[in-house]
């Protein structure tokens, strides 16, 4: 349903009865106990919210006639009817509620909810105030939850020679402390130890879209490969970014994360395509073992790169491997033209040296600690060793 289009509509029929110093019935739904369904439901929220909200509001429509209208007002829902006695009224608020009543003890998690459905008779001039000014102002602000499962991680670029943007991802603990990622087990095995990250991705989702709205820096999001991957996720997902529509949208990055090796290059154009509905720009991270990069543009993706491992920090064999790897990688993005980035970097000495290679992007908790909430970026920031050689430079 279109809140505005109905809103607008009950608006001309207010107003046109409003002229005729009429009363219209009502019928105001409060739906209670959602701070212990929210709580309780933890990072299960934004889907169930989303469940509650467009199940309630089916189950009015079809308990209401065509020319009614119901419009969802808080945590709940204004319902008014268009031509009803105070019986008829009552009859349709005793229905709505044992209705909605009956949805909530039957769905998973919703037991706790309950309808309060009050009837209440009010003047056309009254109600035609408040709905004209419903139908002329802002849409009310996009419902997020609270929940911070993400982590802000400072995105290094070499074109500013420091910290340009913000990637908004889940953080886990690997054996060189903490590190962007959703498995443990990607890194080593390049499989998942979970497959379902939906819940995960929307709250990271909603994270990322709150703090571009205000942040100065460009935020990034990640979305774990398997959620694009199963279509009922994918749809679900792309619903919710649809649902979380801000202009700061334009200024954002999303990544598809932990993508196993073998993917279909057909798959990941789809999911590229799907996303660039809501996102200009997408990028892929992918397995440090994945070789199948000599096509990836046709992905239509922007950037792609993969996390490196702790061969970055070994012998200094290890370290040449490790650089010849990521001087690889590299060159076989930016002659497709695509910005290639690397993630998970441990020590300022190991980015110098892969700095010579087509580098564009960089991250790592050692060098760019992750933080709760995105800094606004006057500068460009610089790494320790840039700095002292600002220092030499200018004695």
Known sequence: ?????????????V?????????????????MGLDDVRRAAGARWPRMREQVRAGSLGLIAQRIGPDDAVIPCGDGFLVVFADSSTEQTQARCREIREALVAFYLGEEGLGALRADVERETVSAAHLAGLVSNGAAAAPPPIQRNQLKLGRFWPIWSSRHSGVAAYHCAPCINGPDGPRIGYSADFLAKATHEKRDFLDLDLCLMEQACAASETAS????LSVHATTMQVRRSR??????LA??????RQRMFVTITEIEPGTPLISLTEWTSALKHHFSRVALDLHHGDRAL????????WAAG????????GSSAQVRAALTELDGWCRTLSRQGMLPFVN???TGAFLEMAKYSDIAFASGESLWPSMAAPENLAAPKRTGLQRQRAAISSD
């Open 1 to 13: 349903m279109a809140i505005q289009a109905e809103l607008e509509r009950l608006a001309a029929r």
């Open 15 to 31: 107003r046109a009865a409003a002229r005729d110093d009429g009363l219209i019935e009502t019928a105001q739904v409060k739906l």
């Open 217 to 220: 820096a460009p935020i990034g």
């Open 235 to 240: 749809t679900i997902y792309l619903s919710h």
């Open 243 to 248: 649902a979380n529509s801000s202009p700061a």
């Open 294 to 301: 000599g096509s990836m543009a046709s992905s239509g993706a």
């Open 306 to 313: 993969y996390h490196l491992t702790e061969a970055q920090a």
């Open 344 to 346: 998970g970097f441990q």
